[in-house]
């Protein structure tokens, strides 16, 4: 295992990936509530750290962590820090994906996903 590769092997997140209807949008319930897909638990590397970030329309937005991750995930989507088996039921939607960047090697055969919250 590279380097690269431990950077993210060492902690535990859980992540709700948004529901995507038909069309590719993300799905609400009937009252505009968003929808999630089942959690599932991820390899990663966790820092608490508050800081100003870029959102997606330019705006500054407060991320209260930075999570590195080995696999793709979603803006909207909903990180919480810990394992799947003590996870609550619901995404706690203080914990929601403002920004996702990605990051390869050289070669590009590795990726690895910077995440704030």
Known sequence: MSIFEKSVAFDHCVYWP???NA???TSTD???KQLFDDAIELNCRWDD???IIKGPDGTD???KAEVIVNQQVATGGVLWHGRLADAPRTP???QTILVVETISNLK???TIWFVYV
């Open 18 to 20: 948004p529901k995507q």
């Open 23 to 25: 069309s590719g949008q």
């Open 30 to 32: 009937r009252y505009g």
């Open 49 to 51: 750290v508050v800081q």
């Open 61 to 63: 937005q407060a991320s």
């Open 92 to 94: 706690p939607m203080d």
């Open 108 to 110: 590009r055969s590795k």
